[in-house]
């Protein structure tokens, strides 16, 4: 052969070789890709005192660093598949030559079969795939190479330890501990340690309970291995070997925490981060992400009991609506049973299926497969609009719910009536509550955040306020008498009137008007002051985008809980803006801070001690959407609403509340919202497809209670402190009727005094002056008390 025909037939291989080589590695990892390599981990939620309460998981997986990995662990995995870990560079030639001669000596006799393949590779196969074929071999040895490369042997093993797939849908070592012995990784016995380094192999193969022989001897033959390296004695191995496999029954992955709160923490991280690893090293489902909330799980619990015990309340008197599914009852009905989705709302209830007919006493099977009795008396709620009862309409099929009492299975059914409720820090804006529903499993619709509904007359603070921004004041009269105005030549003339078509009550103060919310003076003012203001200050708040329409005033316009409860919250904190929050901060696996919802510096903040200037404060410029003082005149007279208006069913809680119920036409939707100067909650009830919920719905009959119930547990050790005044606003004693000025008289300590505080801005206080005797004749038989009883009860001069 010449020369020249040679270096061609070089240059071909060569080229050939180098395609080759291309094609094999084109899409593997490089070395620096594999250097910052890092498995998917779970992200783990924590509450407000730090706690985790769920996390975003689809696998079993709990990361170990290295150094915390018990030696015992490590030798037994490496007796297992890779004596010759820490000696070969990634592919183990001795142990291919050694595996080669085993496997064809197994074709004559009875020896096992053995593999070739290290840890090293086991870890390169888990990122190229487990294509059964020479290519893939080819490729997982390259990637092998490089991963040696970029990579230390201790950092290999923890990729490994922590990557494996073990069986039982546990990925790594500390998750197969848990998920096959119920305790830590560190906590394992040699026995138990030895078992779980046969499972990589084929971990159903080795099941503890189908095929414990299998798997015993699979043990043994690793604790011999760790022998004859060296890592144990004889005496340790003979006495681990005697150990029975002393594995726990199999348990479904947790379940993440199902309530509003998580799920729409789930849905802002989702659309910040993204899903999977494809989306980014941050996210959810791999990202190993720590998520500080500001869920506080007392008001959260607070909250969920307390809506599902008033939807309840309310459905209480209503019929049975019949069954919530059917189902085969006969064989194989605790699957399809289980597989049933349906609201149960309280942890006593459960759902059941009917299997049998005895007269009205029903036979009812459960999930666990365990069987019971329905008695007729206790399903004798009457059956839709018929003269039958539920358990005269009971059959075998019928999935429903029931719930354990002491005179036996009772009947339940979910409530038709559904809603939302939103707790808020008044000082920060962080949500520390969100109910959207009656059960999160079964209706994924947030009502806290989707729903959205006319907010009926909690609306009106907003014009009110609006209003003592354009001349009003709270002492200010108004008439509260019929109103009617032109609307166009179309539409023709349009009269209002008051919720339940109360009668006027002609000149009153805008503190009464809004204290027993009278439709036809809210309306008055709103004319008076215009539209165009009122929903300009909505806008501002966050509520709405509204038409300037007068009937947008009586809440006609559609918001939601979240956005109305924010509203309230600003108006508190004293008009300063807020934006709502449920995320504090978000750490990445290494604890680096990499999302933070507050990013306004602190320059001193951290400092080791008080230098003796002003303390240091976050930096930022505060928006205002309203004058802190109009605010709080506004809080102020919804105090007076809790005292002596729509919502004095919240008196009971014998704390400064402010807060404005709603009844929206129908009545179709009953509200409230209000709260503490720390803390603003609101809520509402409605059904999904508005409907009239009966004229006894009312929001301070129906709505308030459930926030009393709230309360009475949320707030239960929280400070009791008074709403703070703000600069440049008067307090001045004024009749509580007439809204004119008092000299020598002084307010009384009960719900309805004659004389009360009242707030004003500078040289908007009443001009006109009561008298004192003509306040006494007028409250005849009140009690008024004196100005030496006031500065006696108060201790000092005001």
């Known amino acids: 052969m010449t020369r020249p025909r040679l270096l061609l037939l070089i240059l071909a291989a060569l080229l050939l070789a180098g395609g080759f080589y291309w094609q094999a590695t084109k899409g593997l990892p490089s070395e620096a890709e594999l250097a910052s390599f890092s498995p998917a981990l779970p992200s783990m939620v924590r509450d407000v005192n730090g706690a985790i309460v769920t996390s975003y998981t ?23 598949e890779d004596k010759n870990f820490f000696q070969h560079g990634g592919i183990d030639w001795l142990g291919i030559a050694s595996a080669v001669v085993t496997n064809v000596e197994s074709l004559f006799g009875d020896r096992r079969p053995v593999g070739a393949s290290t840890i090293t590779q086991q870890v390169a196969k888990s990122l190229v795939g487990n294509e059964v074929s020479l290519w893939r071999k080819i490729r997982e040895a390259i990637l092998a190479r490089r ?157 969920e009991q307390a809506m599902r015990d008033g939807m309840t309340r309310y459905e209480a008197n209503r019929p049975w609506r019949g069954p919530v599914a059917r189902i085969d009852a006969g064989a194989g009905w605790q699957g399809r049973l289980s597989a049933t989705p349906m609201a149960l709302g309280y942890p006593r209830w459960a759902k059941a299926v009917v299997l049998a007919k005895s007269g009205l006493d029903s036979r009812i099977g459960f999930t666990d497969g365990s069987i019971a009795t329905l008695p007729g008396r206790l399903a004798a709620r009457a059956y839709r609009a018929s003269s039958r009862s539920a358990a005269q309409v009971l059959r075998p099929g019928d999935v429903i719910v029931v719930t354990r009492t002491p005179a036996g299975w009772a009947l339940r059914q979910a409530p038709e009536i559904s809603g939302g409720m939103v707790v808020e820090e008044v000082g920060a804006g962080r949500i520390r509550a969100m109910v959207g529903g009656f059960d999160a499993r079964a209706q994924a619709f947030n009502r806290a955040t989707q729903a959205n509904r006319q907010p009926g007359s909690t609306f009106k603070p907003i014009v009110y306020a609006t209003a003592m921004d354009n001349g009003f004041t709270p002492a200010s009269i108004v008439v509260d008498g019929p109103y009617c105005v032109f609307q166009t030549k179309l539409l023709g003339t349009k009269c209002f009137k008051n919720f339940n078509n109360l009668r006027s009550a002609g000149p009153q103060t805008l503190r009464w008007g809004l204290e027993q919310s009278r439709n ?200 009791t402190l008074p709403f703070a005044i703000p600069a440049g606003v008067r307090m001045v004693r004024v009749d509580r009727r007439s809204g004119q000025r008092v000299f020598g008289l002084w307010p009384d300590p009960g719900p309805r005094p004659a004389v009360i505080w009242e707030a004003f801005k500078p040289d908007s206080e009443p001009r006109r002056i009561e008298r004192a005797e003509d306040v006494l004749a007028r409250r005849a038989g009140g009690r008024v008390r004196s100005d030496a009883e006031f500065l006696e009860s108060e201790g000092g001069i005001y």
């Not at 689809?58 to 297992?80: D, G, K, N, Q, T």
């Not at 998580?262 to 990202?287: C, D, H, K, M």
């Not at 510096?601 to 930022?620: E, H, L, T, Y």
């Not at 803390?679 to 926030?707: C, E, F, H, K, M």
């Open 58 to 80: 689809r696998e079993r997986r709990i990361f170990v660093p290295y150094a915390e990995l018990p030696p015992r662990l490590i030798h037994a995995y490496l007796s297992a």
């Open 147 to 303: 991963l040696e490369a970029a990579l230390s042997k201790q950092q290999i093993l923890e990729i490994y330890l922590n990557q494996i797939f073990l069986g039982r849908n546990a990925y790594g070592v500390e998750a197969a501990a848990q998920a096959y012995f119920g305790k830590s990784v560190d906590r394992l016995d040699l026995a138990e340690t030895a078992y779980l380094a046969i499972l990589p192999k084929a971990p159903s193969t080795y099941d503890p309970f189908r095929r414990q022989a299998r798997a015993l001897a699979r043990r043994d033959y690793v604790l011999r291995q760790m022998q004859e390296n060296g890592y144990i004695s004889e005496a340790k191995r003979a006495s681990a070997a005697a150990m029975p496999l002393a594995a726990v029954p199999n348990r479904a992955l947790p379940r993440p925490r199902d309530d509003y709160f998580i799920e729409e923490v789930r849905r802002t991280l989702l659309a910040r981060f993204g899903e999977s690893q494809e989306n980014g090293p941050n996210s959810v489902y791999g990202g190993g992400l720590w998520i500080r909330t500001s869920l506080d799980p007392v008001m959260q619990v607070a909250a």
């Open 520 to 719: 036809l003076m809210t309306v008055r003012i709103a004319d008076a002051t215009g539209m165009e203001r009122i929903v300009a200050q909505a806008k501002a708040l966050g509520i709405g985008d509204y038409q300037p329409v007068l009937s947008i005033a009586l809440g006609a316009g559609e918001t939601t809980v979240m956005k109305l409860t924010n509203a309230y919250a600003q108006i508190f904190n004293h008009g300063r803006k807020l934006e709502p929050g449920l995320i504090d901060y978000v750490q990445d696996r290494t604890g680096k801070v990499i999302w933070r919802r507050d990013n306004r510096g602190c320059p001193g903040c951290n400092a080791p001690d008080w230098n003796g200037g002003p303390m240091p404060r976050p930096q930022g410029r505060i928006v205002q959407v309203m004058d802190p003082r109009t605010a709080y005149q506004i809080v102020h007279v919804m105090e007076g609403v809790i005292q002596r208006g729509t919502g004095t069913a919240l008196a009971v809680l014998n704390r400064p509340l402010a807060g404005k119920t709603g009844t929206t036409n129908g009545p179709n939707d009953v509200w409230f919202v209000g709260g503490t100067p720390d803390i603003v909650a609101g809520l509402y009830l409605g059904y999904d497809q508005p409907r009239s919920l009966g004229n006894a719905a009312q929001g301070g009959t129906t709505a308030a209670p459930i926030w009393r119930q709230w309360g009475q547990v949320a707030l239960k050790d929280w400070p």
